[in-house]
């Protein structure tokens, strides 16, 4: 019985799992409710997953981290990805969180601009060149309106205070689940034109991006169905699930996040990962024609379905 005493004692103990990293595009908020979820009900841990969520401190950054090994996964937006994958940055699409666009062009519901076509003459503000620039291009010329015909104001991300106080008759890169409130309890309400309505292919708003060089495919897997169980939780149990949520931390339990929560819950992906190839080459190729990237990428390039047998 010593000597089983003494050999347990002098054999190494077994290595702790090492936790899977998942940093967030940004701070806590609805648009991450299954990662939450399914955190504080303790459904990782039921998996056998240790999982770290990460806020950053740059929102640049997750992508990067991803890339590098630095996190096993990133939460990023697939408009993006095409442009990290023209920038070398050695990133796949694995899974879904939010699936339909968030984004959208917000005007005053009882203002002059009625309709896109109504932006001819008028002042749009914006908080970020490039994607966003894109999808409105589209959106106005969709409605027979060229860019060059509106003026374009910086408003350094205070995208509602500018609406609200007429400094502009509308702004882009708005989130539909989030500025419409925000506009609401400014005493104004809003009114959203939406990219796949107006010219621009449906795209999902956030994904999870690994290197595929350097994930753990099963732990990955793992982690997406457990996702997907707490999707399909906050679908039966929308009330419920905001409580679990909200309980995540005193920022996260406001007025503003609690009228978001019910907006973002019909765009959680159900099947986090199922991958609709069509979908992203036609974004691709989207991108492309729009001059953000030199060439639509093959969807293999840039996106992967870990439901389907490892090649």
């Not at 701070?27 to 990460?54: K, M, S, T, Y």
């Not at 997750?62 to 990290?84: E, I």
Request: glycine share 8%; proline share 8%; aromatic share 8%.
């Amino acid at each position: 019985m010593k000597r089983a005493a003494l050999l347990a004692l002098l054999l190494p103990a077994p290595a702790m799992a090492e936790p899977l990293t998942v940093v967030l595009d940004w701070f806590v908020n609805p648009d991450h409710g299954p990662i939450i979820v399914a955190e504080r009900q303790g459904w990782f841990a039921e998996a056998g997953l240790e999982v770290e969520i990460v806020a950053p401190a740059d929102p640049a950054d997750p992508p990067k981290m991803a890339a590098s090994g630095q996190a096993d996964l990133a939460v990023t937006y697939q408009p993006q990805l095409y442009l990290q994958h023209a920038e070398g940055l050695p990133l796949k699409r694995v899974g879904t969180l939010v699936e339909s666009p968030l984004y959208c062009v917000m005007a005053k519901a009882d203002g002059p601009v009625q309709g896109l076509a109504d932006l001819k003459g008028r002042k749009v503000g914006f908080s970020v060149a490039g994607i966003e620039e894109a999808l409105l291009h589209t959106m106005l010329r969709t409605n027979g309106v060229e860019p060059a015909e509106v003026e374009f104001v910086n408003v350094n991300f205070a995208l509602t205070p500018a609406l609200a106080s007429g400094q502009v008759d509308a702004v882009a890169g708005a989130f539909r689940n989030f500025e419409l409130h925000q506009i609401a309890a400014a005493g104004s309400e809003g009114r959203c034109f939406l990219p796949e309505e107006n010219g621009v292919p449906g795209y999902e708003e956030l994904i999870y991006v690994a290197n595929p060089e350097r994930m753990d495919r099963e732990k990955v897997a793992a982690f997406l169905k457990v996702t997907e169980r707490a999707a399909g939780f906050i679908a039966d149990h929308p009330e419920e699930a905001w409580e679990i949520f909200r309980g995540w931390s005193a920022e996260v339990d406001d007025d503003l996040n609690a009228a978001a929560w019910g907006d973002t819950l019909p765009h959680f992906a159900a099947h986090p990962m199922a991958l609709d190839a069509d979908r992203y080459a036609a974004f691709g190729r989207y991108m492309a024609e729009v001059g953000l990237i030199p060439a639509a990428p093959e969807v293999a390039e840039v996106a992967m379905d870990l439901s389907a047998p490892a090649h």
